[in-house]
């Protein structure tokens, strides 16, 4: 019924993590291939996620939700600085590749409670997602990279025509600078989980990674919607042109107005929200159209096995 090429392939996306591999051969005594797929099982060797290569015909699930952590920990490192000066404990940044640290970051001097509050539920909710995938990937799981919380914002702000040369811009000066801050990176952590869905091979991970899509966009909406609040349009559109001008040619990405209408959720014709490759997602988070494998918010590129940005040129 299932040859072993088959039963290979399914090993060699799946079974990288302890958790999936008990699931997969739990799966196979059910259904009576146990003795089978046990036997191709022992044959293979145990891979971490730094042994796939991007460029191999199959990105395996490990590969993919390691990219989604590097992700993670940057949002998470964001938040919780945000809004306590401290960000992940030393129990949730230790893995394969080497470990960074965190440059920047402090107490946002929050002037409403309801942006306070956003800040503390979306700080929560990152830490809780860096828990949940490295829980998931067990000892595939790679380290937190080196982050800047600090000229990486200059630079984008700068790039954005939202301040101009000499000016610096900090994030946690204010909750405005905040929530400006926030918008460089949910808009584009929704993107990431839509362009790497349909990559994901296992069902539960694909679960899990619908599920943490949905929040991601949740936060987006929040942000978006209280950027709209306090009149800060203009600067949150020149954002979102900025990485429309690194991550290529076409015009995907959307500020909060369309065609001069009001515009909380960006999406296509269809209303479906637009997918970005994890090419594109670095050459956001490097800052730059190039193919490069470090910059921006992570100097010393992410961890994992797929690094380089698209090599996309200028799209200005």
């Known amino acids: 019924m299932f040859d072993t090429r088959f039963i290979s392939s399914a090993i060699s996306r799946s079974a990288e993590t302890p958790i999936d591999r008990r699931r997969l051969l739990a799966a196979a005594g059910v259904t009576g291939l146990g003795t089978g797929l046990a036997a191709v099982a022992a044959t293979l060797p145990a891979q971490s996620a730094a042994a796939v290569s991007p460029s191999d015909e199959v990105i395996s699930d490990a ?29 949730q940044i230790t893995g394969i590749d080497p470990q960074g640290g965190v440059v920047g970051g402090a107490p946002v001097p929050f002037k409403t ?20 995938l490295r829980s998931a ?26 301040i101009t040369p000499g000016q610096t811009f900090d994030p946690f000066a204010s909750e405005e ?29 694909l679960g899990a990674a619908a599920g943490i899509l949905a929040v991601e966009a949740y936060h987006a909406g929040i942000i978006r919607t209280t950027l709209n609040a306090k009149g800060l ?8 042109d900025a990485r429309d001008s690194l991550d290529g040619s ?18 296509d014709a269809n209303a479906i929200v637009y997918g970005r490759t994890a090419e594109r997602v670095l050459n956001v988070v490097y800052l730059t159209p190039n193919q490069i494998d470090k910059g921006g918010f992570f100097p010393q590129g992410i961890n994992g096995s797929i690094v380089a940005s698209g090599n996309l040129g200028s799209a200005v």
């Open 113 to 132: 409670t309801i942006v306070k509050r956003i800040a503390q539920e979306i700080a929560a909710d990152e830490k809780a997602h860096v828990s949940f």
């Open 63 to 91: 590969t993919i939700l390691n990219f989604a952590l590097n992700l993670e920990y940057l949002e998470a490192e964001f938040y919780l600085r945000a809004v306590t000066g401290s960000g992940l404990p030393a129990d």
């Open 250 to 267: 076409t015009d995907d990405d959307q500020g909060l107005t369309l065609g001069g209408v009001q515009n909380l959720v960006p999406t």
């Open 177 to 205: 600078n905040f929530l400006l801050g926030a918008f460089i990176f949910e808009d584009v952590g929704v993107t990431a989980y839509k362009g790497a869905a349909p990559l994901i091979y296992n069902k539960t991970y």
């Open 233 to 240: 349009q203009v600067p949150a559109t020149k954002i979102s």
């Open 137 to 162: 990937l067990g000892g595939a799981k790679v380290s937190r990279p080196a982050i800047d919380l600090q000229s990486s914002f200059t630079a984008a702000a700068l790039a954005a025509g939202v």
